[in-house]
């Protein structure tokens, strides 16, 4: 009976939609993957940020499903129900346990990420019209990039990001969320990575005709050669 009412509804799909929408699946997964996944951490910050999202995923699924179940239940002969269980335990019970569940858990998990003061390293992220100046500790004093980041594998890294122009958005979405670059305002941010590697990172706000182009890269050594590895000076920067 539910294939049948399945059939029923896909049957109303324009021909070419109902074609090709099986080619949706694979374009769908392929998006989660990239440089720029935020699905495939390389750090404990994003590591719970990614495990928020596919609870949120199995959540929305098991709710899709049952709202499909109820639909095709529709289509059956006319029944008996009880005002009390649709309106009090599935209208408003159900409801406000799901919603509380979620905003536990995005609390939960939102606090596990926030920096702390626990003697974590820290860098400068400067954002302008339109690139990344970066500055960090190096063996003989402060290290200033254009477009890289240094940072050590397996210690905290709390990024301080600033802007002189307009308000931007500092994102190394394999490491941490984001957060704004507002004028005349600092922003802190925790970021850790697991292993040594590059990674990608992006302005994730719109900041002008230039925005598509700013992007800059974070370089995590070994624990063992930072900051001895940094360069001396921006210019001194091969990557």
Known sequence: MLISHMRMLLDVLPYPIKRLAPLAVPFGLAGCDGGLSALAPAGPDAAEIAGLWWALLAGATLLTLFVVALLVLAFGPPRAVSERRWTYGLGLGFSLGVLAAVLATGLWVGERILPRDDGAI???AHAYQWGWRFTQPGADGPVETEGVLH???????????TTEDVIHAFWVPRLAGKIDAIPGRANRLRLEADTAGTLSGICAEFCGIGHAGMRFIVIVHDAEDWPDALPASAGDTDE
């Not at 940072?151 to 990001?161: G, Q, Y």
Request: net charge negative; aromatic share 0%; charged share 20%.
């Open 122 to 124: 820290e860098v400068h």
């Open 151 to 161: 940072i050590p594998a397996n210690r905290p890294v709390d990024v301080l990001v």
